[in-house]
């Protein structure tokens, strides 16, 4: 169990445009979803955390506005990387965790991530 | 701020081998410690954890000791297999909730048949 996917595994746009990525917990309601971007060779760098049904908590520097998060159930939340720039090409990794009370609820499962390639 | 620092990859070893991936860390106050493991083409696993000092995480032949008096959590295992290839991090995290992890940026693993 604690399964987490994400969509697209591999993008590449053209500068301007905008990209979604889905994350989705498939056999657990996750209450709390988190997105990281990853640099190579760097560390994951947490960019938000998103609760479910409430707005996204961005971590500083993080615009809101350039990386919108939607988290509209308890299996998915969506990252939208909106008008898109060579400067946003990244790895970009979601994790979920469980509600407080449930089997490993201190635990944050990872999704494969999604390669963001802006041209 | 708080931060981990792990050795840098790749490391490439034959089967068999013993390994050590080194992580120290710097945090106010006492953090609880974490490896995390990603396969190819896989998300990050959970590979152990220790909450305070002198705790010992354990997991599929894979050790590491939580030392506080040299803010280290270094990663061991006596015999590595081809199987273990994969991208080793090492994080911490400052609450219960684990809500905040920070990561160090991560050892490529090579193991050579």
């Known amino acids: ?38 640099f190579p060779k760097q560390s994951l760098m947490l960019m938000a955390t998103s609760n479910e049904g409430s707005k996204a908590t961005y971590e500083q520097g993080v615009e809101k506005d350039k990386f919108l998060i939607n988290h509209a159930s308890l299996t998915l939340s969506t990252l939208t990387v909106t008008s898109a720039h060579p400067e ?3 790895f970009y990794i979601c994790s979920a965790s469980r509600a407080s009370g449930a089997p490993s609820y201190n635990e944050q499962f990872f999704g494969p991530g999604t390669r963001l390639t802006v041209l | 701020g708080n931060s981990v620092t792990q050795m840098e990859g790749p490391v490439t070893l034959s089967e068999e081998a013993f390994l050590t991936i080194n992580c120290t860390y710097t945090a106010t106050g006492y ?16 590979l152990l954890k ?14 590491a000791t939580y030392r506080k008096e040299t803010t280290s959590f270094h990663l061991e295992k006596g015999s590595v297999q081809v199987s273990d290839s994969a991208v080793y991090f090492c994080a911490l995290s400052m609450d219960s909730s684990a809500s905040k992890i920070i990561f160090g940026s991560g050892t490529r693993l090579s193991i050579r048949p």
């Not at chain 1, 053209?14 to 971007?37: H, N, P």
């Open chain 2, 31 to 46: 953090p609880s410690l974490f490896w995390y493991v990603q396969y190819p083409g896989e998300g990050l696993q959970l």
């Open chain 1, 1 to 38: 169990g604690a399964v987490v996917s994400q969509h697209p595994s591999r993008v590449i746009c053209k500068s301007g445009t905008s990209v979604k990525i889905e994350c989705r917990s498939l056999d657990f309601q996750a209450t709390t979803m988190f997105w990281y971007r990853q």
């Open chain 2, 50 to 63: 220790a909450t305070k000092a002198d705790d010992k995480g354990s997991n599929k032949g894979f050790e």
């Open chain 1, 88 to 90: 946003d090409s990244s």
